[in-house]
């Protein structure tokens, strides 16, 4: 029997009272996203093919950075890049893993509303966080960061899950 | 302005949350998704004490709530746990209740140190 390894795949979504450049803006210039993820600056290259990282804030470097490129880069409407987590993994994970999980993000307006989605693509079982009682994996972190990038826009403050949420 | 009513966005957004989740069988098929991703209607149909139909109807009314999200892939249309709306719905009610729990804590302490 051949065993393939299977990926998986998160999908989320949510209506934020914005406008698409504002939330491309928010989504792809790190002074933005420390207030919204946790403290992870983003840095894009502002270009397909170009580079992106996401540092992890002072004190958390433990949770390591992500580095990949970026795959399509349409302001306003979508964003695909690699986001590679591998300097985590142990070496059996690497070993199974076939290439770098992807993330695209999807703005589309809709009236006085943009529905933002985040698709998360060639993950492992392994990424799954089974404890539900905390933000990290990628099932538990990505919830909080676009709850909180979205109280972020429509409201001006983020969420801070140190005392909002402790 | 909503009709005799003082009903925000906000609150129809909660109104569909809460009555998409009190339905065991709707919970059911989102503890199906939390544990796998992706599973076509057919495959949710598996295991499911329900006719198709039913299935067909419940997601629906998941979608509507935004709890469930999909995509079309190929001839194939994949269903996702989204539980984004939950997220916003905790953090209405959490902050309240930990400062509950703060100054309940707080007195323990200036009692048991008194």
């Not at chain 1, 392994?126 to 990038?149: C, M």
């Not at chain 2, 339905?23 to 059911?28: L, N, T």
């Not at chain 2, 991703?37 to 004490?49: A, N």
Request: with cysteine.
């Amino acid at each position: 029997m051949v065993t393939k390894t299977e990926t998986q795949t998160y999908m989320y979504a949510t209506y934020i009272r914005t406008t698409p450049e504002k939330l491309w803006e928010a989504l792809t210039q790190g002074d933005w996203s420390v207030k919204y993820w946790m403290g992870f600056r983003v840095e894009f290259e502002l270009k397909a093919g170009g580079r992106v990282r996401i540092v992890a804030p002072k004190g958390m470097e433990h949770l390591g950075n992500h580095d990949g490129k970026v795959l399509a880069w349409e302001p306003g409407r979508k964003l695909v890049y690699e986001f590679v987590t591998t300097d985590k993994d142990k070496p059996e994970v690497t070993a199974k893993r076939n290439g770098p999980s992807r993330v695209t993000y999807e703005l589309t307006p809709m009236g006085s509303l943009v529905r933002f989605r985040l698709i998360h693509e060639n993950l492992l079982p392994e990424d799954q966080e089974k404890d539900p009682n905390t933000f990290r994996g990628i099932n538990n972190g990505w919830p909080a960061v676009i709850s909180s990038l979205k109280s972020l826009l429509e409201t001006g403050r983020e969420i801070d899950f140190k005392s909002d949420c402790a | 302005m909503n009709k005799a009513t003082s009903e925000t966005p906000a609150d129809t957004a909660a109104d569909l949350l809460f009555k998409a989740l009190a339905d065991p069988g709707r919970r059911r098929l989102l503890d199906r998704l939390r544990i796998k991703g992706g599973l076509t209607l057919t495959q949710l149909c598996e295991r499911m004490p329900m006719s198709r139909q039913a299935v067909k109807k419940h997601l629906t009314q998941l979608e509507d709530a935004n709890l469930v999200v999909t995509r079309r892939v190929g001839r194939e249309l994949e269903h996702y746990l989204n539980p984004v709306p939950i997220h916003a719905i905790a953090k209405r009610w959490i902050k309240p209740f930990e400062h509950v729990r703060l100054e309940a804590l707080d007195h323990l302490k200036s009692e048991l140190e008194d």
